[in-house]
């Protein structure tokens, strides 16, 4: 989840493009009990990342990651 203005907001998908060249991911874990279900597509293409752990919930990987 993500807080923001006193708010909880539950993190259920990334969306295309959320991260596409960003050169400050070196890594992303997100817990085991996350509502994660989709990785859009491109959500990381031309990133710095280089770990990221997917929980059991993700049920969609888009292309070009």
Do not use: M, R, W
Request: aromatic share 10%.
């Amino acid at each position: 989840s993500i807080t923001h203005d006193s708010k909880e907001f539950i993190v259920d998908s990334i969306i295309e493009n959320a991260f596409k060249n960003s050169k400050n991911i070196k890594s992303i874990q997100f817990p085991q009990v996350s509502e994660l279900k989709l990785i859009d597509q491109c959500s990381f293409f031309a990133s710095s990342l280089e770990t990221i752990s997917i929980p059991p919930k993700v049920t969609e990987i888009g292309q070009f990651q």
